[in-house]
């Protein structure tokens, strides 16, 4: 358990479908993050909120959209996707305002758009 | 930009062995953070160990130690005493020192593999 939760662990959706990630976090962190794991290649960042605030969207497809209600909660919009953004989506929080801080991990969100 | 390589994709070890992961890493930052995460089967992306580029001693978690090399850029972990609970696929990130909305930047990866 790190504090850092992430809903629903598996999703299966069509192309013309709409649907939602969920993420909290409950370590008092001001800044979260998603991030796209897909098979043989690195992690990627997809969006980054700081205070609330996107500070960076990493030329994300619009079909995924990021909202950021709190310093709690993330969520990740998901609008007629394509076979590939099937992947793993990870969530993480940090807390701003020192360097270096340690960005801690959700335990992902498993999508594949059929 | 920054870039990370794990040049071994996957690695094995036996059981209370110690085993060393390679990682090197290109900037242009004097100022960064180095991490090395785990994510086992369960996919949960778990911190390991940091260390902080301006400090020259190594950082060291029980039974896990890197070799940090600033000038060469690597950034090597050593995990000793080898446990099947170490299995997992391993992960070495880069951190710019800056104070807002923090970045890593992932290497590929390294599949270690404990036996017993």
């Known amino acids: 358990e790190t504090g850092v939760t992430q809903t629903p662990r598996h999703l299966v959706m069509g192309m013309t479908n709409k649907k939602s990630l969920k993420c909290e976090q409950h370590?008092?962190?001001?800044?979260m993050y998603w991030y796209k794991q897909s098979a043989k290649k690195p992690l990627e960042l997809m969006f980054v909120y700081s205070l609330e605030e996107r500070v960076e969207n990493n030329s994300v497809p619009s079909r995924f959209s990021p909202e950021c209600p709190n310093s709690s909660h993330l969520f990740l919009h998901l609008h007629t996707l394509q076979p590939e953004d099937s992947a793993l989506y990870l969530c993480?929080?940090?807390?701003?305002?020192?360097?270096?801080?340690?960005?801690?991990f959700g335990e992902g969100s498993w999508l594949t758009v059929v | 930009a920054q870039t990370v390589t794990q040049s071994q994709p996957e690695m094995s070890v036996q059981e209370a062995e110690t085993v060393t992961l390679s990682c090197t890493y290109d900037t242009s930052e004097n100022n960064y953070y180095l991490f090395w995460y785990k994510q086992p089967p369960s996919r949960q992306m778990i911190l390991v160990i940091r260390q902080e580029a301006y400090k020259q001693q190594n950082a060291t978690e029980n039974r896990f130690s890197v070799n940090f090399q600033k000038a060469a850029k690597s950034f090597s972990l050593k995990i000793s005493d080898s446990q099947l609970g170490d299995t997992a696929m391993y992960f070495c990130?880069?951190?710019?020192?800056?104070?807002?909305?923090?970045?890593?930047?992932f290497g590929e990866g390294t599949q270690l593999t404990v036996n017993p």
């Open positions: 993480a929080s940090s807390r701003e305002g020192h360097s270096g801080n340690t960005i801690y």
């Open positions: 370590l008092g962190h001001n800044a």
């Open positions: 990130a880069f951190m710019r020192g800056e104070t807002s909305g923090s970045r890593l930047t």
